[in-house]
């Protein structure tokens, strides 16, 4: 089993800056990209961020200049630093990794969720 504990959300004013944090745990051979979806209420789930095993990132047009995603490969740990917010980045935010488990199994695993607001 594989587990992703998020942190990092919270409450923030217009232009301020927050950094969300995923660790992934459990039975992980390597892990592959690794990822931060959102998903606000009445809309569906969209990914923001991803970063590759070799740092390959790309970005949500919305999110190009003001957020940075990061990974530290020793800790297993994926970053969003998130700057210049604005209130249309209020979601729930998902850590989501692919990890490998073994030689011959790989599966995607997500995080519960942190909620990020921004208020005006």
């Known amino acids: 089993q594989v587990q992703l504990v998020e942190s990092g959300g919270g409450l923030v004013q217009a232009g301020g800056s927050l950094r969300l944090s995923c660790a992934a745990s459990?039975?992980?051979?390597?892990?592959?990209?690794m990822g931060w979806y959102r998903q606000a209420p009445g809309k569906q789930r969209e990914l923001v961020a991803a970063i590759s095993s070799g740092g390959t990132m790309n970005y949500l047009d919305s999110a190009k200049g003001r957020f940075t995603i990061s990974r530290d490969n020793a800790k297993n740990t994926v970053y969003l630093q998130m700057n210049s917010l604005k209130p249309e980045d209020t979601a729930v935010y998902y850590c989501n990794a692919d990890v490998r488990t073994s030689l011959l199994r790989s599966g995607t695993y997500w995080g519960q969720g942190t909620q990020v607001t921004v208020s005006s």
């Open positions: 459990g039975s992980i051979r390597s892990i592959n990209a």
